[in-house]
């Protein structure tokens, strides 16, 4: 089993404009509602591509209903823990005259001591069963930096960390497989520009990473483990129709490779036939397996 675990879910609405325009009224063409929300996209992602998957999440209020609701029509696996506040909710605009797509995102509400209680026990319990982990998502207000390190100290399968800022930083002690910042977030999780990236991505294992993959958007993907590096380049895509959740279908990918055996660079290049999948449909994670297979025959590792 290959478990998805964070903290901050969302009940996501996705509205799609001929053509946004800020300070006018806008009439959407189409509006969907749909689970969301890092922890929650990598689970349906890993289920899509075939995985035995567990999302793993707190869930409250009436969006929270919402997403257990959608997940058990759909057959997705889950474990949900209690949370006082509803469950927040994230939109995204998508303008088709410039393909561009806006997030307006709700921080996700503190946990109380209690509730993240509950939510360590069932990790434990989940993480028990597991083969493969994902950690992923920032973390709500008040909860400590260390949280993801001492999820990992009770964890004994290997990890993929989704993760960025003190929190990753202070996870790399428990050597995880593979930590996947995009490039903003590796910038802001060392605390200055990127001006050399592999020098970065050496930091990171230096400091405990087992390997590291640093994510672009559209721009190759770069990835180093010992003191070996590649760059991947991901497939043109067009049109681009949702980006987000990009990051969480490669590590979702990522994740079911190197679980299947398959070489580190074998597994990113089908995180990447993910990711490019995604961009093509309009909700998040909600991948097509056979159209992911034909992705991955055109991305070349160099
Ligand atoms: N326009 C695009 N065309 C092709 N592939 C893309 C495009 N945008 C993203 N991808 C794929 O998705 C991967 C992850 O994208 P990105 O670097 O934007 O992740 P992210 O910022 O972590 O995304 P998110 O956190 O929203 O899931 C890229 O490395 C690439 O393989
Ligand atoms: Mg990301």
Same mark, same amino acid.
């Not at 469950?87 to 109380?112: H, Y």
């Not at 493969?132 to 399968?157: E, K, M, N, W």
């Given at each position: ?115 993240? %209680? ?7 319990? %989940? ?43 202070? %996870? ?131």
């Amino acid at each position: 089993m290959i478990v998805a675990a964070g903290l901050t879910p969302a009940w996501q609405q996705i509205m799609r404009f001929a053509r946004l325009q800020p300070g006018e009224v806008n009439r959407a063409r189409e509006v969907h509602w749909c689970a969301s929300g890092k922890n929650l996209n990598v689970g349906m992602a890993l289920a899509a591509l075939g995985a035995n998957a567990l999302a793993l999440s707190p869930l409250g209020g009436w969006s929270g209903q919402a997403i257990a609701a959608e997940f058990r029509r759909e057959g997705r696996q889950a474990r949900w823990t209690a949370s006082a506040t509803p469950t927040r909710v994230c939109t995204t605009l998508l303008d088709e005259a410039t393909g561009t797509a806006t997030e307006l995102v709700e921080n996700s509400a503190p946990l109380t001591d209690a509730e993240r %209680a509950e939510f360590v026990a069932a990790y434990q319990e %989940a993480a028990a069963a597991a083969e493969y982990i994902v950690l992923t998502g920032s973390l709500p207000h008040g909860t400590p930096a260390t949280f993801y390190r001492d999820l990992l100290r009770q964890t004994r399968c290997p990890a993929v960390l989704d993760v960025r800022g003190p929190e990753l930083l202070a %996870a790399l002690e428990c050597r995880p497989r593979v930590v996947k910042p995009n490039r903003e977030e590796l910038a802001m999780t060392l605390g200055q520009p990127v001006a050399d990236l592999r020098a970065a991505m050496r930091d990171l294992i230096r400091r405990g990473a087992q390997a590291v993959v640093i994510t672009q958007g559209k721009a190759p993907v770069c990835v180093a483990e010992g003191d070996r590096f590649w760059q991947v380049a991901p497939p043109t895509v067009s049109p681009v129709v949702n980006p987000i959740g990009c990051g969480d279908c490669l590590a979702a990918g990522l994740a079911v490779g190197l679980q299947q055996g398959l070489t580190l660079v074998e597994a990113v290049r089908l995180g990447m036939a993910a990711a490019a999948e995604n961009v093509t449909q309009l909700l998040p994670a909600r991948l097509d397996p056979a159209r992911v297979a034909a992705w991955a025959e055109q991305i070349v590792a160099h």
